[in-house]
């Protein structure tokens, strides 16, 4: 298995740890990470290599696909697990197309009242993600020097399900373009987030680099 020798543990996972942190405080933000050079076996986008290898560590337990979970336990030591047990799942590819993917945040973990942090992350191999046309402006804000936000110009694939995101970090309503989601993985994500602090959160990962972050506190209407 792949080990990514230009991918520096410590400085680079610092960058991009930042840059989650600031797509997660302005949900429906896109963000683009510098994913030349890596290599991820096949489905795993290198925008969510990026975020597992910024996330995980040895203290921490994630689920994936055989393959991908070889490559992210080489790249972090972090100890692979089932769905239920997992701190991160990573999902993607024909899993979101045959509903496993739902059946899986079915299974994740939404925390308790007492540690309601005890819920676990889920990161999304979609097949783009972009700022909707026509979208309502994000609260302004610097940007990232090591990425990008996505112009909404740029965005809005066809076919893709128009997300609707409200609440913290929200000035009024941001919209997401999403290609590659199915209405299904977003009805079972609304019922896991229904009872706030608990709940999951969401990481989408495109193959073009672009990131944006769902936290458990929005709440997420499409069409």
Same mark, same amino acid.
């Given at each position: 298995?792949?080990?990514? #020798?230009?991918?520096? &543990?410590?400085?680079?996972?610092?960058?991009?740890?930042?840059?989650?942190?600031?797509?997660? %405080?302005?949900?429906?933000?896109?963000?683009?990470?510098?994913?030349?050079?890596?290599?991820?076996?096949?489905?795993?986008?290198?925008?969510? @290599?990026?975020?597992? =290898?910024?996330? #995980?560590?040895?203290?921490?337990? =994630?689920?994936?696909?055989?393959?991908?979970? +070889?490559?992210?336990?080489?790249?972090?030591?972090?100890?692979? &697990? +089932?769905?239920?047990?997992?701190?991160? #799942? =990573?999902?993607?590819?024909?899993?979101?197309? +045959?509903?496993?993917? @739902?059946?899986?945040? %079915?299974?994740?973990?939404?925390?308790?009242?007492?540690?309601?942090?005890?819920?676990?992350? *889920?990161? *999304?191999?979609?097949?783009?993600?972009?700022?909707?046309?026509?979208?309502?402006? /994000?609260?302004? %804000?610097?940007?990232?020097? /090591?990425? &990008?936000?996505?112009?909404?110009?740029? /965005?809005?694939?066809?076919?893709?399900? *128009?997300?609707?995101?409200?609440?913290?970090?929200?000035?009024?309503?941001?919209?997401? &373009?999403?290609?590659?989601?199915?209405?299904?993985?977003?009805?079972?994500?609304?019922?896991?987030?229904?009872?706030?602090?608990?709940?999951? +959160?969401?990481?989408? /990962?495109? @193959?073009?680099?672009?990131?944006?972050?769902?936290?458990?506190?929005?709440?997420?209407?499409?069409?």
């Amino acid at each position: 298995m792949h080990k990514e #020798l230009m991918y520096d &543990s410590v400085f680079d996972a610092q960058e991009h740890f930042r840059i989650l942190l600031d797509c997660m %405080a302005r949900p429906g933000t896109v963000r683009v990470l510098p994913i030349a050079g890596l290599h991820p076996p096949e489905g795993l986008h290198p925008a969510a @290599a990026l975020v597992g =290898f910024a996330l #995980l560590n040895a203290d921490v337990s =994630f689920f994936a696909s055989p393959l991908w979970q +070889d490559y992210l336990r080489e790249n972090t030591d972090a100890v692979a &697990s +089932d769905a239920p047990d997992a701190d991160f #799942l =990573f999902v993607g590819g024909a899993l979101l197309v +045959d509903g496993e993917a @739902a059946a899986l945040i %079915a299974q994740a973990r939404t925390g308790t009242l007492t540690y309601p942090e005890g819920g676990a992350t *889920v990161v *999304v191999c979609v097949e783009r993600v972009a700022v909707s046309v026509g979208a309502a402006a /994000a609260p302004a %804000a610097a940007p990232h020097p /090591a990425a &990008s936000t996505i112009p909404a110009a740029d /965005a809005a694939p066809t076919a893709a399900l *128009v997300l609707s995101l409200t609440g913290p970090g929200i000035e009024r309503v941001n919209e997401l &373009s999403v290609l590659g989601l199915t209405a299904e993985f977003l009805e079972t994500l609304r019922e896991q987030n229904r009872e706030f602090p608990l709940g999951i +959160d969401l990481i989408l /990962a495109d @193959a073009g680099g672009r990131i944006a972050a769902i936290p458990r506190s929005t709440k997420v209407q499409w069409d």
